[in-house]
């Protein structure tokens, strides 16, 4: 059998399935190409290359046998390869935080952040920084900048060391436990705060589908309308920036709760992939205002 009439085979497979997808990819094709030339240990942006490449009988086996797993125990095609990509940057990634996918890394990626603060930032936070992903993207988008990913998860900050290690940035980006705020020290201030918090309301929460579910709770449960983390950290986050810093923050499906507790502020939104109201930025100066207060 030809490669590229596996992955649609395994496509096919997936979709009956019913398997869930947003962990890196959005589609079943795309989804089976990452599960097969990763098997075959072919690049995962080699398709179209490999396309009408055979596969012999133990080959054909060894993707069966992944496709199978991952039908079976609905785990993310992440934490049964162990690796995840954003930006075109590799992330090792497992069970101990979500699969990195963060709308944020866009902005950050493509300039849009810099252009918003007028410089690049020298001292940027990631708060709530998983296994490290949007600290690594910050570090590598800007050389002079040093980072601070905190998270309340011990074994988050686990993986994220090891995804600084890999990435050769364990001398500018740092990492350290602690409860939102409560991680930081009182002379500590940061030009940029990165921050894709748990913000999935309750509702939403108890419907996930299991690929979700195979994801730390901690890492997605954002209270009853998902602003549980969001109000104490827009009430508290001014006193740790510089003046013309910014807060971006992502909330995902979640703008009507975020409208509803914070009704006086106007951030700014940033379009992105998933939409154009998942994004938001907040200066200073707004979140300064009072309106940072919630209802
Ligand atoms: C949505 S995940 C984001 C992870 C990573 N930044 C990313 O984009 O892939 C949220 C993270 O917040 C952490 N977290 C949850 N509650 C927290 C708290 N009270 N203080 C600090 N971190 C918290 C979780 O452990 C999880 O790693």
Redesign the pocket.
């Known amino acids: 059998m030809k490669l590229i009439d596996c992955v649609e085979r395994t496509a096919e497979r997936l979709e009956s399935a019913g398997v869930a997808f947003g962990h890196g990819t959005t589609n079943a094709f795309d989804e089976a190409a990452w599960l097969v030339l990763w098997r075959l240990g072919l690049p995962l942006d080699a398709l179209d290359e490999n396309a009408g490449r055979g596969l012999d009988a133990s080959e054909l086996a060894a993707v069966q046998a992944l496709v199978d797993e991952r039908i079976a125990s609905r785990r993310p095609a992440a934490y049964l390869t162990g690796e995840a990509w954003l930006q075109g940057v590799p992330f090792d990634a497992d069970e101990r935080?979500?699969v990195?996918?963060?709308l944020i890394a866009e902005p950050l990626v493509d300039g849009t952040l810099e252009a918003l603060l007028g410089r690049e930032p020298h001292q940027v936070l990631?708060?709530?920084?998983?296994?490290g992903?949007?600290a690594v993207l910050a570090a590598l988008a800007w050389p002079e900048c040093r980072v601070l990913g905190?998270?309340?998860?011990a074994e988050?900050l686990a993986l994220a060391q090891g995804n600084l290690t890999r990435h050769a940035l364990a001398d500018r980006a740092r990492l350290r436990r602690?409860?939102?705020l409560a991680?930081l020290r009182a002379d500590e201030r940061f030009d940029l705060v990165l921050c894709?918090?748990?913000y999935v309301n309750a509702e939403s929460m108890s419907s996930l589908p299991p690929e979700f579910r195979a994801e730390?709770a901690?890492?997605?449960a954002g209270g009853e309308d998902g602003m549980s983390?969001v109000r104490p950290l827009l009430a508290g986050i001014a006193a740790y920036l510089r003046p013309e810093a910014a807060l971006v923050l992502e909330i995902g499906h979640e703008r009507a709760h975020f409208d509803a507790a914070f009704p006086g502020l106007e951030p700014l939104w940033l379009a992105t992939s998933a939409g154009d109201d998942q994004v938001l930025v907040l200066t200073r100066e707004q979140l300064t205002s009072g309106e940072a207060r919630s209802r």
């Open positions: 935080a979500i990195p996918r963060s990631d708060l709530c920084t998983g296994n992903s949007l905190t998270d309340l998860s988050a602690g409860d939102g991680a894709n918090p748990p730390p901690l890492a997605l983390f």
